[in-house]
């Protein structure tokens, strides 16, 4: 079975790229029937459970293409009067706090809302009761974080001014770095005892990918693997681009029937 390089470049956004430069083989190009520059949708997985290593790299991939400084990571637990008896319910609670949320961004002339939302929660011994239950929330910038958190709440009684409030809430601004927000994205999802699963708002700007079959050789990712170059032969590979940085920029993988493979996680040069 004849193999060769694919170099795959996905683009989160405009401000990332990561390239997978990987063997492939004419029996996976035959089955996928791409064509070598046509672009496309990076596919979302199936799977909404964070313990799935496919499912980590789109939550990352996808934050990265919609959310920046001007935006929110939100945090909501529950009181114990509170706290949901499944993970089924609090996402029930929490899907309503966002709908409040898209309310009053409506109302306020702001525009819709846009959410990616992680449900997390650790497990009773025997597997079967969920307990500390939250969430962990990214969603654009525009209301102000006071009202973001005062909307964490159950609907007002009467005689009351305010709703009470479900449990801790609390809503920072991001802060990228040369990474985006991935650092906060691999909090987020590492190493769950519990579960961990996530979902996302439909009006998300999509993560994209082209690949290109001609661009390396066997030998040249055999020898840039055991070899690794400066950041300036990246640049000029990638003209405009430049490694985030030179750990979590750049990875290498070697397998015994495959070959070398690389990987880059790039940002758009300043």
Known sequence: MRSFIREKKIY???????????????VQKK??????????????????NLNDKNARRYLTQLA????DEEDLHVTTTYKDKFLPSTIEEAEKEVTNY???ISYRRKKDGLPPLKYILVTECSMEADGEKPVRIHHHIFMNGGLDRDTVEDLWCRRRKKG???GERIGFVNADRLQPDENGVAALCTYLTKNPRGKKRWSSSQNLE??????????YSRREVERIAKNLPDVSYWERKYEGWTLTDNVYGIKT???????????LKLRRKE
């Open 64 to 67: 990265n293409t919609n959310f």
């Open 253 to 263: 993988v070697y397998n015994d029937f495959t070959g070398w493979s690389i990987y």
């Open 12 to 26: 989160c956004g405009k401000k990332y790229l990561e390239v997978d430069i990987f063997p492939y083989s004419d």
């Open 98 to 100: 966002l709908r409040r």
């Open 31 to 48: 089955v996928s029937r791409g064509k070598r520059s046509k672009k496309e949708r990076v596919t979302e997985p199936k799977q909404r």
């Open 160 to 162: 009351q001014e305010k």
């Open 206 to 215: 999509k993560p994209w990918s082209r690949p290109n079959d001609y661009k």
